[in-house]
């Protein structure tokens, strides 16, 4: 059994349709810890030191977010600008982040169509997250394909509810050592088919 | 009994003081009352520790009054009276003309001639400036509009005292003869004994100018010398010679000393030693005060009383009616709302210290007989004592009966609302909090014991209840029972206090956030139990002090982390410091200790990356170590 720590970033969580209900679904799972970022340091004032144990005690790292401008709200760079220190994090000594691993969970507002080279947005959301996956690198962490939930102006309520679940079906899988690592390693998106990452369920 | 020393009369003074204060705050009492009732238990009839019965001891005391004026004197700048102008004219005016004229028929009617009744309408129309503003003052009342009304009627009364003090040798129906009374022990050589009636009004007007000249022309020029020294104390000295001066050259042309003091007072109230001359005269005032409370609570002749009780409790009680009926109809006339008015009447209703100044100079000039003088200046002294009573008579016993049938229907409405926050409060610190909730379109109930700011506010559409919040059933009514948050945020922290307690005993889910003013009532509150603690002027001088270090070049974004890292070690600091307070030592030990700590850790920032600190990820100085030097 792994644990996690969800970095959950959502500057208006009140305007909120998609995140909220991910939220929601992760927040009580066992085993993991839902740390609200823009609730903990409204005005940025990160406390470095209580992050850093934060990290040191989890195994598994996860950013849920929005996906604004190709990348993460501020207060995540922010975190990440302050939390991961250099003789720390990486560098010479900085190996407090090794062997675990990292996920970025976001929701973006444009279908997935729009995410390649003849889209609108011209790369994929994983060629987009090549900083943080590269810091994950740095720091000797595992990184995963992103788990996205697309085009989610257009989707309704029973469709939010679907994704919320595949959301927690990843988390769950993640926790218990059961996600099938290899089998995701090149794709797009970890939630482009769940049933090729994780063992079947009753629900299928 | 009576040593003679000055420190034996210090000591049995300071040790009432002491013990008699703090039991008469405990106890709800306040401080005035706390020393009246030491000077009547150290007066000469009761254990007799200071005085003999016919040492008069008042002239100690004159000295508290004295300075109390000089500094009444000093806030009164032409400007502010002109602002007031209406209130002081109006109702100060109408107050002394009507009181004057109403006690004048009450002598006539018991038989004195008209001089004396005039003598004594105009001296008794006067109340007590000390015991009212102090009480009030103590109480957080000085702001609402009973308060302000006070002190604009008690203005009018110390101006007042000048024509006075010139038309009563005019009154004057005996040949002038010296009895040896003198309320002020100095007057046996005055310049002007003997004169003619003329004479004396003449040499009053002309010590009135004479003062108003040289605070125009001769004492600012002289602090300006003594400034120059640049010794503070000797700045000190300057003030206090001033004060001693005026009051020697007043009682020798026969005038008060307290009313000369004042008269400088107003004169260099635009002078720019103003704030320098409050502060220096400040502690020496109310030590002084305090002493005054003290010799009127032993001046009470209680031989006098005792011989005829009946005849002084009517007095008393004729005293107190006649005042109280025409200060409650001229607070009507001014549109007080009913509970304010009370408070107004009730706070006023009493004589005045001026009252033994003037008695004591009507006899001087021969306007009052001895026989005449003695009772009134016993019936003055008792309704002084009494004063204190009134006012806790009115908080205790008429605002809460009188508050709920005012607040009872306004609440009714107010029930079915149940909202989640009630915000006890609504002045300069409660508004902000209020209408920021407000529009977040949180349900806020408001309470506020100012009924003429609630009136105000609600007819700027704010909808603001009039009541006390330290009431079990005015909380309840406010939704107590089911609301989440309390906001303390009134301006007495005595009242914060109170409705914390309260809410606490009686509600005890609710959540209470709470203002204070500064440490000290912050570490109250801890100690009563209060989580959430604001120090109303830690974020606004914080926030100056971010900018002052922008406009002398720090970026902004470094100034405000040293500020929140400021703010966040004083904030723990607070939490730690509220323990070792009984422990005066260990306390200053412990706060030198974090101001140095503090100072250490934010320059240690400044000067970047000594040690890890929160924002080290910023810093290049361990990238430089490790990769600079290979290049």
């Known amino acids: 059994m792994h644990s996690i720590l969800i970095l959950f970033a959502h500057p208006a969580l009140e305007r909120s349709r998609v995140n909220v209900r991910l939220a929601a679904a992760a927040r009580d799972l066992p085993g993991v810890t839902f740390h609200d970022l823009y609730q903990r340091y409204p005005d940025f004032d990160i406390d470095v030191a209580r992050e850093q144990e934060l990290l040191e005690s989890h195994d598994i790292v996860v950013m849920q977010h929005p996906f604004y401008w190709y990348s993460t709200p501020a207060l995540i760079k922010e975190w990440e600008d302050l939390v991961l220190q250099h003789g720390w994090a990486y560098g010479s000594g900085g190996t407090a982040l090794a062997g675990k691993t990292m996920l970025n969970a976001l929701t973006a507002g444009a279908p997935e169509e729009a995410y390649c080279r003849v889209g609108r947005n011209r790369y994929t959301v994983r060629e987009l997250l090549a900083p943080l996956e590269q810091t994950a690198l740095l720091c000797g962490m595992d990184y995963l394909p992103p788990f996205i939930v697309h085009a989610t102006h257009t989707l309704d309520a029973s469709d939010i509810d679907r994704h919320a679940a595949d959301y927690r079906r990843v988390l769950e899988g993640l926790r218990d050592g059961v996600l099938d690592r290899d089998a995701v390693k090149d794709a797009v998106r970890l939630n482009a088919d769940l049933d090729v990452a994780l063992p079947a369920t009753e629900e299928g | 009994m009576n040593e003679g020393g000055i420190f034996y009369q210090a000591f049995v003074f300071l040790t009432a003081a002491v013990i008699t204060v703090p039991v008469a705050k405990r106890l709800g009492l306040g401080s005035v009352l706390g020393y009246l009732i030491a000077g009547i238990a150290i007066g000469p009839f009761a254990l007799d520790f200071v005085g003999e019965k016919g040492q008069d001891i008042m002239h100690f005391a004159e000295f508290g009054v004295v300075m109390m004026l000089f500094l009444v004197g000093l806030e009164l700048e032409p400007a502010l009276l002109w602002r007031m102008r209406t209130p002081i004219l109006g109702l100060g005016g109408l107050q002394v003309g009507l ?61 007042a005292v000048i024509p006075i003090l010139a038309v009563l040798p005019l009154l004057a129906t005996k040949v002038m003869h010296h009895d040896g009374h003198h309320g002020d022990g100095h007057a046996a050589t005055t310049w002007v004994e003997g004169m003619p009636a003329w004479a004396q ?191 806790l008579l009115n908080e205790k016993l008429i605002q809460p009966r009188f508050g709920t049938k005012e607040a009872g229907p306004r609440d009714a409405d107010e029930i079915h609302e149940e909202n989640p926050v009630i915000l006890a409060g609504f002045g300069r610190f409660g508004h902000s909090v209020g209408r ?47 609301a989440r948050l309390l906001i303390v945020a009134v301006d007495a922290p005595e009242k914060g206090r109170e409705i914390i307690h309260t809410a606490r005993k009686h509600f005890p889910q609710l959540r209470i956030l709470a203002r204070a003013r500064g440490r000290y009532e912050a570490y109250d509150l801890i100690e009563d139990g209060v989580e959430f603690v604001y120090r109303e002027t830690l974020d606004s001088s914080l926030r100056l002090g971010v900018d002052a270090l922008c406009h002398l070049g720090f970026r902004r974004h470094q100034a405000l982390r040293a500020a929140r890292k400021f703010r966040r070690h004083d904030e723990a600091a607070v939490q730690e410091l509220v323990h070792m307070r009984s422990d005066r030592k260990a306390y200053m030990i412990r706060a030198r200790q974090i101001i140095g700590d503090v100072e250490r850790i934010i320059r240690e920032e400044v000067e970047l990356g000594r040690k890890p600190s929160p924002d080290a990820a910023w810093d290049t100085n361990s990238m430089l170590d490790e990769y600079g030097r290979k290049s």
Not at chain 2, 124 to 134: G, N, P, W, Y
Not at chain 2, 371 to 376: A, K, S
Not at chain 2, 458 to 479: E, H, I, M, T
């Open chain 2, 99 to 159: 009181t004057a004229a109403a006690i004048t028929l009450a002598g006539l009617a018991l038989g004195q001639h008209w001089q004396a009744s005039l003598a004594i309408g105009l001296t008794l129309a006067l109340s007590s400036t000390a015991i009212v503003l102090q009480t009030l003052n103590e109480k957080g009342l000085l702001p609402t509009r009973a308060g302000q009304s006070s002190f604009s009627v008690l203005l009018f009364q110390d101006i």
């Open chain 2, 201 to 391: 009004t003449l040499a009053v007007l002309c010590a009135v100018a004479a003062v108003i000249l040289a605070g125009r022309f001769l004492i600012v020029p002289a602090f300006r010398a003594i400034a120059r020294t640049g010794l503070r104390e000797l700045f000190t000295a300057g003030a206090l010679l001033l004060v001693i001066g005026i009051a020697l050259l007043m009682t020798r042309v026969g005038l008060s000393p307290a009313l000369g003091t004042f008269l400088a007072g107003v004169v260099l109230a635009n002078s720019e030693y103003r704030h320098e001359l409050e502060s220096d005269i400040e502690p020496f005032k109310g030590l002084l005060l305090g002493l005054f409370f003290i010799a009127v609570g032993a001046s009470i002749d209680f031989d006098l009383v005792a011989s005829r009780p009946a005849q002084i409790a009517g007095l008393v009680a004729g005293l107190i009616a006649i005042k109280l009926v025409i200060l409650l109809a001229l607070g009507k006339l001014f549109r007080l709302s009913l509970d304010q008015n009370l408070l107004f009447g009730l706070s006023m209703a009493q004589g005045g210290e001026f009252a033994f100044v003037l008695f004591s100079f009507a006899s001087q000039n021969g306007v009052l007989g001895q026989e005449l003088v003695g009772p009134l200046v016993a019936v003055v002294a008792v309704s002084m004592a009494l004063a204190p009573m009134l006012m």
């Open chain 2, 436 to 482: 920021l909730l407000l529009a977040n379109g949180v349900g806020t109930t408001i309470l506020d014991v100012d009924s003429d700011q609630v009136d105000l506010l609600r007819k700027l559409g704010l909808k603001v209840f009039y009541g006390d919040a330290s009431r079990v059933d005015l909380l309840q009514a406010a939704g107590a029972g089911k």
